[in-house]
């Protein structure tokens, strides 16, 4: 049965579901992270939005679960931002319902996705097998992400 968040994101319909992809693929953010200062690299799934207004990222928090937060600015010329994110398999539902609709990040959506395949709650030691996995996707997504000329 789905959390009780992917229930109410399920109960989007197909316009607002465009919307949601639409908003991922501009202000959104799919990357996986690595910690490395563990005995093993430890990977986690990531997926953002930020905006300089609060109401969107707490529209998705509503929707989708995770946390929202204020990140403020240095400066004086620069608005503060607002932050949601969810990350692990928790990302699992707005990547799933975004997919059909997503155009500039449908590659890291599906990284994301194959990433959660990995997940196995509970358990702290992985096998080989899916940290190898989990290194490749990550490499994979650092490409994807990549800032600069292509």
Not at 60 to 86: I, M, P
Request: proline fraction near 7%; charged fraction near 25%; charge should be positive.
């Amino acid at each position: 049965m789905p959390e009780p968040d992917e229930r109410k994101s399920l109960l989007l319909e197909p316009g607002h579901r465009g919307y949601v992809a639409g908003v991922l693929d501009c202000d959104g953010s799919i990357w996986i992270s690595a910690n490395r200062s563990q005995k093993h690299i430890q990977y986690a799934l990531r997926v953002s939005v930020t905006n300089t207004r609060p109401a969107l990222p707490e529209w998705f928090a509503d929707h989708f679960g995770g946390k929202t937060l204020r990140c403020k600015k240095n400066s004086d010329k620069w608005k503060d931002e607002y932050r949601w994110q969810v990350s692990g398999l928790t990302a699992l539902p707005v990547l799933r319902l975004c997919l059909p609709y997503l155009v500039i990040k449908r590659e890291q959506a599906l990284l994301g996705i194959e990433f959660t395949s990995t997940i196995i709650p509970g358990q702290k030691q992985l096998p080989k097998s899916f940290r190898t996995m989990r290194e490749q996707l990550y490499d994979r997504m650092i490409e994807l992400n990549k800032r600069g000329p292509a």
